[in-house]
């Protein structure tokens, strides 16, 4: 497969880019981007909070995927990140590009958290464990958790 590059920045999910993408997760049943379109429109998640990014990769003028990190809004004390919202079109799956997209979230976590966390659907479980992830066995809102070590 020839490599293909990506141009990874910061995104609004305001673009009629955004819209192809949001449109083709609800054709395959997933509504996550539909909920990012949603809190972004009623101003209840615009990323503005300490740490919080929305990420799209390009691959020229097309968004071939996207991934945040918000303030995990299921814990209180604000020091814990969540991965949310990892989507990317079919055509760019398999290259590789949703590892850099959830490593870019690392790596920014990394800098304002102490963990980071993920409710991830049993076909990615492998994909987050490969990325440095631990299971997380008997809470509701985690399956997955990274921990960076600060302030222990």
Same mark, same amino acid.
């Given at each position: 497969? *020839?490599?293909?590059?990506?141009?990874? /920045?910061?995104?609004?999910? !305001? !673009?009629? =880019?955004?819209?192809?993408? /949001?449109? #083709?997760?609800?054709? #395959?049943?997933?509504?996550?981007?539909? &909920?990012? =379109?949603?809190?972004?429109?009623?101003?209840?998640?615009?990323?503005?909070?300490?740490?919080? =990014?929305?990420?799209?990769?390009?691959?020229?003028?097309?968004?071939?995927? $996207?991934?945040?990190?918000?303030?995990?809004?299921?814990?209180?004390?604000?020091?814990?990140?969540?991965?949310?919202?990892?989507? $990317?079109?079919?055509?760019? &799956? &398999? =290259?590789?590009?949703?590892?850099?997209?959830?490593? !870019?979230?690392?790596?920014?976590?990394?800098?304002?958290?102490?963990?980071?966390?993920?409710?991830? *659907?049993?076909?990615?479980?492998?994909?987050?464990?490969?990325?440095?992830?631990?299971? $997380?066995?008997?809470? #509701?809102?985690? !399956?997955?958790?990274?921990?960076?070590? /600060?302030?222990?």
């Amino acid at each position: 497969m *020839p490599e293909v590059a990506y141009l990874l /920045k910061r995104l609004r999910p !305001t !673009t009629p =880019a955004f819209d192809r993408l /949001k449109d #083709e997760s609800r054709l #395959e049943g997933y509504w996550m981007l539909v &909920r990012l =379109a949603d809190g972004w429109a009623s101003g209840r998640n615009i990323f503005h909070k300490r740490g919080e =990014a929305l990420y799209g990769a390009w691959h020229g003028r097309e968004l071939a995927g $996207v991934c945040d990190l918000n303030i995990d809004p299921y814990v209180e004390g604000g020091d814990q990140g969540r991965v949310r919202h990892l989507f $990317v079109s079919a055509p760019h &799956r &398999r =290259a590789g590009l949703g590892r850099m997209l959830v490593e !870019t979230v690392i790596d920014r976590a990394r800098r304002y958290f102490i963990m980071l966390n993920t409710r991830a *659907p049993p076909q990615a479980f492998v994909f987050y464990e490969r990325l440095g992830f631990q299971r $997380v066995e008997g809470e #509701e809102f985690v !399956t997955h958790r990274m921990m960076f070590g /600060k302030g222990s």
